[in-house]
């Protein structure tokens, strides 16, 4: 297990701030507005704000080139895949309900590393892996017996979570030497190309001049979530053991969840009051510190 030290923790309490109230937010974003259009603009927006930060603290963008073929794929596993179909499900489902299958990343992170990326979970990891499963199957509840309605948008925000929980076994593991803000940066602009061209191939027929209420999630997305949370992520997923890093940032869709319900008037369940107990379980069976053994 790893303690987090005071500037990982101030990082995971502004990470779970942004990307909790995030949810609502895009759901907003995109009830009116095509999905991919506005992660797109987004992107574009926030790709600025990324340069500013990298030059005013003096990080180097350049990625030499025989790095190229491993940040594509660490662009693919992390980025691609989470950031194009996690947009397109919030589609079709409530904020809180995606927030919550995007969140069974987790799961699938530590499942993964111990199966394929041999890690080894002591049995509180294990403890916390079960308790946020069973927290994911209390929230998808009533999911489950609506699925007939969305069940494509179900599918999505689980391949979305899996695809970005192989790219955070992957992003501890790389052997990139450059610094995280630099491989923030480039994954931002590949992202930001991919999404430029599917919103080109599949949503031209519905482009439109965003309202307000779009415009102020987009600005929200550009400005915190992107020019500001994502390298946060990405300095807590290199810097943590993956079990740590992705397991500590389970109360990220509790916020979702109750944000939703504040903003969006979703309604809560007995499953969402039960599942909170279970999540906080989760967390802490990561970030309490390991008993000190005796000599």
């Given at each position: 297990m790893h303690a987090l030290s005071r500037r990982q923790l101030g990082t995971l309490v502004?990470?779970?701030?942004?990307w909790g109230l995030n949810w609502p937010i895009m759901k907003l974003g995109v009830t009116d507005f095509p999905p991919l259009t506005f992660r797109a603009l987004s992107m574009w927006l926030s790709l600025p704000v990324l340069w500013l930060v990298l030059r005013v603290m003096g990080v180097p963008l350049r990625i030499a080139r025989e790095h190229w073929r491993e940040l594509f794929w660490l662009t693919f596993a992390n980025m691609f895949v989470w950031q194009g179909l996690i947009i397109v499900a919030i589609k079709s489902l409530s904020s809180g309900r995606a927030a919550i299958l995007g969140y069974t990343m987790p799961i699938f992170s530590a499942?993964?590393?111990?199966?394929f990326f041999g890690n080894k979970l002591l049995p509180r990891?294990?403890?916390?892996?079960t308790a946020a499963g069973v927290g994911v199957v209390l929230l998808l509840w009533n999911e489950f017996t609506h699925l007939t309605g969305s069940p494509l948008g179900v599918?999505?925000?689980?391949?979305?979570a899996a695809s970005w929980a192989v790219g955070t076994q992957m992003l501890r593991r790389t052997p990139l030497p450059v610094a995280t803000l630099t491989l923030s940066f480039w994954m931002m602009v590949l992202t930001t190309g991919a999404m430029t061209l599917l919103a080109l191939l599949f949503e031209t027929a519905q482009w439109k001049?965003?309202?307000?209420?779009?415009w102020a999630a987009i600005l929200f997305n550009a400005v915190l979530v992107f020019g500001l949370a994502q390298?946060?992520?990405f300095s807590l997923a290199r810097g943590l053991p993956p079990v740590a890093a992705t397991l500590s940032v389970m109360l990220i869709p509790i916020l979702g969840v109750f944000s939703g319900a504040l903003w969006l008037h979703e309604v809560l369940q007995w499953q969402d009051w039960t599942?909170?107990?279970?999540?906080?379980?989760?967390i802490g069976s990561v970030l309490a510190p390991a008993p000190a053994r005796k000599s």
């Open positions: 502004l990470l779970t701030v942004i499942v993964l590393g111990a199966l990891a294990w403890a916390g892996v599918m999505e925000a689980l391949i979305a001049t965003p309202p307000a209420a779009t390298a946060a992520w599942a909170v107990v279970l999540m906080v379980v989760a």
